[in-house]
């Protein structure tokens, strides 16, 4: 009864928690709104708790995977689990764009607005962000030596070099049990130090907030509020009538019951504006709720690089967008041939922070030149939609991992039931349980003695 005491009241301790980050948001938004000058110099609060956060997702990814890839004695399991996580996140990707550009068609939320001189230099500026092309991209993948994954945050580096090992340990057998148990404990340090690191969230989000509608301000969203609510209700009807429809059929989980049980991982991604701020609270928690952890370590990094829906969808109405604004409408055709180019391009703008003006500046240059110039147009609202994007690809990753588990066998819908239920609560101080946890290996059995 003790234990359950104490879990108790660490769970009322991380309740403050968050209850202190939405404080910490609003007050950094009045304080945005009330002194613009003074919240502007608290962007460092924000940037530097974000930063810790990533410090810990190589760390966290890699023990994930080597535990899941390590524990199944079949290869050819990990690659069919790996083409029908790239399969998925292909499929979704096109439909995120075929939503974009019904909604963009219908509301022309551009028509009507001019673009002053200013603001012309911004989308050069962008574009010229992103140089890499495919070929860089994936030769980008491979780190420079073994550790060098960790040392400078690549999560495909990392999810490369955490693969190999989970091979190498595959092959070793029972030799290798001794490691595995090794990278069991090492992973409970690591979401330990992660626990310890998310009691500064309050203050990361308010410098944040601070800095962002300090810098913005009121104008700004209300001359661009048409385009914001489209993208806004746009991304709103996604995740519930695409992504929520394909829980319920293939997984028989109800979406509504997931978001709340991801609540915390939501407020954090709106308050740093960051879905990485999330990624290692998403793998505990999917773990945690009956996703196998293969499933876990494979579809949640490779899905963030890959399976962007919010994205899609921004890229698809921004560009529309632009056009309209321009005054240089695109066709049907154009529409479609400038952003299968933009989702190839945002591929290869994975991990690169606040990438979706960047890639779309950089699809407008090398697709249509004569629209770079209306990037400047969504640049000040840039920070807002970029929530809406991080949200959307949170939820949708959160999903295609429990649709892969569902379709690979590794997903258990009876603890799942139990988790939304409260019946097995997750453990916020360490973000590891029982359940989770590596076992042990069991002890050979005795021999009987004689009578």
């Given amino acids: ?16 928690l968050y209850i202190a980050v939405i404080v910490a948001v609003v007050a950094g938004i009045v304080l945005g709104l009330a002194a613009p000058g003074v919240a502007k110099e608290l962007k460092p609060l924000g940037t530097g708790f974000v930063s810790l956060i990533k410090m810990m997702i190589s760390p966290i990814i890699f023990c994930t995977i080597v535990l899941g890839v390590g524990s199944i004695r079949s290869a050819a399991k990990v690659g069919k689990l790996g083409g029908l996580a790239l399969g998925y996140f292909l499929v979704m990707s096109f439909v995120a764009l075929g939503i974009g550009l019904v909604v963009g068609n219908i509301l022309h939320p551009g028509s009507g607005l ?16 992103i140089t890499e092309g495919p070929v860089d991209f994936v030769l980008g993948i491979i780190p420079t030596t073994l550790v060098s994954a960790f040392t400078e945050g690549q999560v495909l580096q990392t999810l490369l070099v955490a693969l190999l090992v989970g091979f190498a340990l595959q092959a070793l057998g029972t030799a290798g049990e001794p ?4 990278v069991g404990h090492l992973q409970k340090l690591v979401f330990r130090i992660l626990s310890m690191i998310m009691w500064a969230a ?16 009121v104008d700004a969203l209300k001359a661009l509020g048409t385009i914001m609510l489209g993208f806004y209700i746009t991304c709103a009807l996604f995740v519930v009538l695409v992504l929520g429809t394909l829980l319920r059929l293939v997984a028989k989980v109800n979406l509504f019951q997931l978001l709340k049980y991801l609540g915390r991982e939501f ?13 290692p609270r998403l793998i505990a928690k999917m773990e945690h709720l009956g996703v196998g952890r293969p499933v876990v370590g494979i579809t949640v990094p490779t899905g963030y690089s890959f399976n962007l829906d919010g994205t899609m969808i921004y890229l698809t109405m921004a560009s529309l967008f632009i056009a309209d604004a321009m005054g240089q409408p695109l066709a049907i055709g154009q529409q479609i041939s400038l952003l299968l180019f933009m989702m190839i391009a945002s591929k290869g703008a994975a991990g690169v922070s606040g990438s979706g003006v960047a890639v779309l500046a950089s699809g407008l240059q090398s697709h249509r030149p004569a629209l770079v110039d209306g990037v ?19 939820a949708g990753n959160a999903v295609a991992t429990v649709l892969i588990g569902t379709w690979t066998g590794e997903f258990d819908r009876d603890r799942a039931q139990r988790v939304f239920a409260g019946e097995l609560p997750f453990d916020e101080t360490t973000l590891v349980d029982a359940a989770t946890a590596p076992a042990e290996p069991a002890a ?4 009987p003695v004689p009578a």
């Fill in 1 to 16: 009864m003790s234990a359950v005491e104490d879990r108790g009241r660490r769970r009322d301790r991380t309740h403050y």
């Fill in 114 to 129: 001019h673009l002053d001189a200013a603001a012309k230099a911004v989308g050069h500026t962008q574009a010229a962000t």
């Fill in 179 to 182: 490691v595995l148990r090794g």
């Fill in 202 to 217: 309050p203050v990361g989000a308010f410098g944040a907030m601070a800095a962002v509608v300090g810098e913005t301000g």
């Fill in 267 to 279: 407020l954090l991604i709106l308050s740093t504006s960051s879905s990485d701020s999330a990624l």
């Fill in 376 to 394: 400047g147009f969504i640049i000040g609202i840039d920070r807002f939609m970029s929530e809406a994007r991080a949200l959307t690809n949170f």
């Fill in 444 to 447: 050979p059995p005795k021999e």
